[in-house]
Nanobody, 114 residues
Framework: QVQLMESGGGLVQTGGSLRLSCAASGRYFGRNVMGWYRQTPGKQRELVASMAPAGGTNYADFVMGRFTISRDYAGNTVYLQMNSLKPEDTAVYYC????????WGQGTQVTVSV
């Protein structure tokens, strides 16, 4: 059974940093592109960053240069280093494959205060 467990969120001031972690279990993720997504109330979930098994990365324009995605070789642990946080980064953050599986974790809340 696939499980995705995100952690590391919290409350931070504008300009601060957080590091999110994702523990993925229940199958082998080594061949999957892994991604971080985020969602705010009333909006669709959006892809923030993704990382291919070979190491290639892609970032949404709104996080380019501020966020860094990384993963272990098997893809079972995925990280998102978030620097220079802005209030508009406030959201619940999720990890999943990209394209996403039907299963989602609980997410981790990131709140950036002014």
């Amino acid at each position: 059974q696939v499980q995705l467990m995100e952690s590391g969120g919290g409350l931070v001031q504008t300009g601060g940093s957080l590091r999110l972690s994702c523990a993925a279990s229940g199958r082998y993720f080594g061949r999957n592109v892994m991604g971080w997504y985020r969602q705010t109330p009333g909006k669709q979930r959006e892809l923030v960053a993704s990382m291919a098994p070979a190491g290639g990365t892609n970032y949404a324009d709104f996080v380019m240069g501020r966020f860094t995605i990384s993963r272990d070789y098997a893809g079972n642990t995925v990280y998102l280093q978030m620097n220079s946080l802005k209030p508009e980064d406030t959201a619940v953050y999720y990890c999943n494959t990209h394209p996403a599986l039907a299963v989602w974790g609980q997410g981790t809340q990131v709140t950036v205060s002014v």
